[in-house]
Each structure stands twice: as structure tokens, then as C-alpha cells.
């Protein structure tokens, strides 16, 4: 028997490249721009207590999980999931300038920023540097089916993608720092929680079963993400082919 080698996850797809890319599980262009010089705040990884963010050398957080053809495929998902976060490194400053108040809204492709978000937990399982959920069974690999979403083969099942879960009225704070917790369910992962820039959002591969926190309001593929102060709204106007937003709403009995 032979040790299996390190290989790209999406091999099934057939059309490799020889060669690994030498891939951040979180694209290398976000990294930079929340970087401060060569480090970024980073939270959820093996070795890190629950909560806690710890800034890291930017090159010390790659893997090798994924070949240079099929990164290259995956490439507009990093391009829209940059803009996204431009639109924060933008909107920040000019709350903190209420002399000249404007308002505006930037259009993301909903489905690459869901995208991007699945690459990014596919690239965490593969590379085994981001803690897995205890209830993820040992064993446990990357379903097909995620495979043929990831590179836009297949849609996205019904009830499953991008959950927004911040509350209406959450303060919004300009804290520079990525967290990933990766969560599971019935031994399988299940998906992703991102806290970027203070914003919290979740991926979820299986519908997601409520409540997932007391009192918390989740939002599937929400149409608007907007921030204002007394003077100005600002955010992004997230597109979705299907056109429909489905609003998931939590009572506390
Ligand atoms: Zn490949």
C-alpha cells in the first residue's frame, strides 16, 4: 500500500496540470489588501484557540492543494470576491470622513462570491491547516457535487449558498482581520463561517437548520448589504441569476 499523494482536490474533473499551484486557501489578492505590509489578522486555524486572531506572514498560509490549471479556471471567483472587499476598504475611510458624504452602491456577482467562498473551504479541507469541525468524521473527502458547483457545472442546490448573519442595525467596525471556522454536521462538513472585516457571512452546502443562534436573523443570498451613519449609505447590490432572495427568520419560543 502507498501513501496517497498530496493531489489537486478537483482531479475528478479530469485536465490537470502538472504542477501544484502554490494556492492560499484565502486569495492571495484579498490577503494583500487586508494585509498590513506582509502580515494579516487570521483566526480558526488548527493550532488557535476558539475566538482568538493572530497575524501571520501572508506566504506561511499556503498549501498545496489545488493544480495551476484548475486554480487559473477558478480565477474570477478570487477577481469578484476582491471587489467585494475593495467596497470596504473604500467605504471605511469615507465613514470616517463626514465632511464629504456619499452615498453609492457597487453590484457583486452573488453566485462567484459564493464560489469563492466554497474554493476556500474546499481549499481548508484539503489542506488540513484550518480546524475541522469535531463532528466531521476522520476520512470525510470533498463530494462531487461541490466539486461541479465550484466550477459553475451544476447550480447550486435549493436552500444552500451565501447566508448573511448580521443583524439589521449590527455595528459595523473596521477591524482588519479574516476568521474561518469551517462547521459540520452528522459527521459530514457542512460549510464555512467567514469574519471579514467584521462582516459575518456563512456558506451552507445542506439547508441549514434553524435556530443556528439564539435570536440571530439569517439571510440566504441576501440582494443588499448597505451601511450608513446619520449622513450616507453605502454597500453592494449582490446580483443572483435565480432572482429570488429567501428570508429564513428565527423566533425565540
Ligand atoms: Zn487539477
Redesign the pocket.
Known amino acids: 500500500m502507498t501513501t496517497p499523494q498530496r493531489s489537486?482536490y478537483?482531479?475528478g474533473?479530469g485536465?490537470?496540470?502538472s504542477g501544484l499551484s502554490r494556492e492560499h486557501y484565502v486569495s492571495r489578492s484579498v490577503l494583500d489588501l487586508f494585509s498590513d505590509g506582509d502580515a494579516v489578522s487570521l483566526g480558526g486555524f488548527a493550532w488557535m484557540a476558539k475566538g482568538k486572531v493572530k497575524d501571520l506572514p501572508i506566504d506561511a498560509i499556503t498549501a498545496r492543494v489545488?493544480?495551476e490549471?484548475?486554480n487559473r479556471q477558478l480565477s474570477p471567483l478570487d477577481s469578484e470576491a476582491l471587489r467585494l472587499f475593495q467596497t470596504w476598504e473604500r467605504m471605511y475611510p469615507e465613514f470616517a470622513n463626514p465632511a464629504n458624504p456619499s452615498s453609492w452602491t457597487e453590484r457583486v456577482d452573488g453566485e462567484l462570491l459564493e464560489r469563492w467562498m466554497l474554493k476556500t473551504l474546499c481549499g481548508c479541507a484539503s489542506s488540513g491547516v484550518v480546524a475541522m469541525p469535531e463532528t466531521v468524521r476522520p476520512g470525510w473527502h470533498i463530494p462531487d457535487t461541490w466539486i461541479s458547483v465550484l466550477f459553475g457545472d451544476a447550480p447550486m442546490p435549493a436552500n444552500c449558498g451565501l447566508y448573511l448573519l448580521s443583524e439589521p442595525g449590527d455595528q459595523a467596525t473596521a477591524e482588519r482581520a479574516i476568521v474561518i471556522e469551517p462547521f459540520g454536521l452528522g459527521g459530514e462538513l457542512v460549510g464555512v463561517r467567514m469574519e471579514l472585516n467584521g462582516l459575518s457571512l456563512a456558506l451552507f452546502m445542506d439547508p441549514p437548520a434553524l435556530p443556528l443562534e439564539k435570536r440571530q436573523l439569517i439571510t440566504c443570498r441576501p440582494a443588499r448589504i448597505v451601511f450608513y451613519d446619520a449622513q450616507s449609505e453605502k454597500g453592494v447590490h449582490l446580483g443572483w441569476t435565480d432572482g429570488g432572495t429567501l428570508r429564513a427568520r428565527y423566533s425565540p419560543s
Do not use: P, T, V
Request: with cysteine; aromatic share 0%.
Open positions: 489537486c478537483a482531479a474533473r485536465g490537470c496540470s489545488l493544480c490549471e484548475h
